[in-house]
């Protein structure tokens, strides 16, 4: 079977069949940054994940404040559960370092970081989320971009 074959065969396990059929999760690991403190809050959040339907395995590095949730679940009602427990929790914010596109430079959000990992920076953010750039007006006063920028020959 050459590309082109397997790329047809490809093609035709991701395109539907045409049955009306309800969508089937995917297994998938969700990670998650939760705030715990002791081992009451990092049972109580442990439980909390368990509970929810599809859940396979839930892992929690309390020295990281990591919480890796494996199962048919989705991530936004992963993260709902979490912050249910009344925890600061948000999907896992950092990348392992050797994974960002080099050379990379350090910023102050990445010192939160744990080790090896640097914070990821989202561009592909979705539309539920609202974001608000502040941008420094020193860099945009040098910019190329900028039509009003000082230019210094």
């Not at 010192?111 to 640097?118: H, L, N, R, S, T």
């Amino acid at each position: 079977m050459g590309i082109s074959g397997t790329l047809e065969y490809l093609s035709d396990l991701m395109s539907s069949s045409g049955h009306k059929h309800k969508k089937r999760k995917q297994l998938q690991t969700v990670e998650l940054k939760v705030r715990m403190d002791c081992d009451g809050c990092e049972l109580k959040v442990k439980k909390a994940l368990s509970s929810l339907n599809g859940v396979k395995s839930v892992n929690i590095n309390r020295k990281q404040q990591k919480v890796t949730v494996t199962g048919y679940v989705e991530a936004n009602k992963v993260l709902k559960k979490a912050k249910s427990t009344g925890k600061k929790a948000e999907i896992w914010p950092y990348v392992p370092y050797n994974l960002v596109a080099q050379p990379y430079a350090v910023t102050a959000y990445d010192k939160k970081a744990p080790p090896g990992y640097v914070r990821k920076v989202d561009n592909n953010v979705s539309s539920t989320a609202t974001v608000t750039r502040y941008e420094d007006p020193y860099i945009t006063m040098f910019s190329d971009e900028n039509p009003n920028a000082c230019s210094v020959m």
